[in-house]
């Protein structure tokens, strides 16, 4: 029987939560704070891809993660460049300033895991090389694939 009445709700239910828990073993941390973490870096990825390329990521997500990745999103407004890994890792940061200490670049290696075991492969590459060298090197790549 459906928990919620609803099997999407269900799925996407159950789909976030086997991402914060790897988020949360791979963290040592809670549940509240993994889903901050997931959140802050998606969003910041959101920022720094091309807007089609966004909106493909995001029609990979679980339906209650693409509901956090397009919070506070504006349309129209000009993709962030954040040319440089210190500009990312900084808006991460800025992201979990009210959550318990976690070091952005953990929470980014952790978050490009989850996406690289969990989105299409395909759909992963491309976000990848859209990336700066540096930023991109946080990502595992596509031999570290566990699904």
Same mark, same amino acid.
């Given at each position: ?7 999407? %709700?269900?799925? *996407? $239910?159950? *789909? *976030?939560?086997?991402? $914060? ?21 998606? +969003?910041?990825? +959101? ?11 995001? /029609?990979?997500?679980? $339906?209650?993660?693409? @509901?956090?990745? %397009? ?16 500009? %990312?890792?900084? +808006? ?5 300033? !009210? *959550? ?11 978050? %490009?895991?989850?996406? !690289? +075991?969990?989105?299409?492969? @395909? ?7 859209? $990336? ?9 790549? @596509?031999? /570290?694939?566990?699904?």
């Amino acid at each position: 029987m459906s928990a919620t009445g609803l099997e999407v %709700f269900d799925r *996407t $239910l159950q *789909t *976030t939560h086997i991402w $914060l828990d790897e988020i949360i073993e791979d963290l040592a941390t809670d549940r509240q704070t993994a889903w901050h973490v997931l959140g802050a870096v998606i +969003r910041c990825l +959101r920022d720094r891809l091309p807007a089609e390329l966004s909106a493909h990521l995001s /029609a990979e997500l679980p $339906l209650l993660v693409r @509901g956090s990745y %397009f919070d506070g999103w504006r349309p129209g407004r000009e993709t962030l460049k954040m040319r440089s890994l210190p500009e %990312f890792l900084e +808006r991460v940061s800025d992201s979990l300033v !009210n *959550t318990k200490p976690i070091g952005s670049v953990d929470a980014v290696r952790s978050v %490009f895991a989850v996406l !690289n +075991r969990h989105l299409d492969h @395909g759909q992963v590459e491309k976000v990848r090389h859209s $990336l700066p060298e540096d930023l991109r090197a946080l990502w595992p790549d @596509g031999d /570290a694939r566990l699904m």
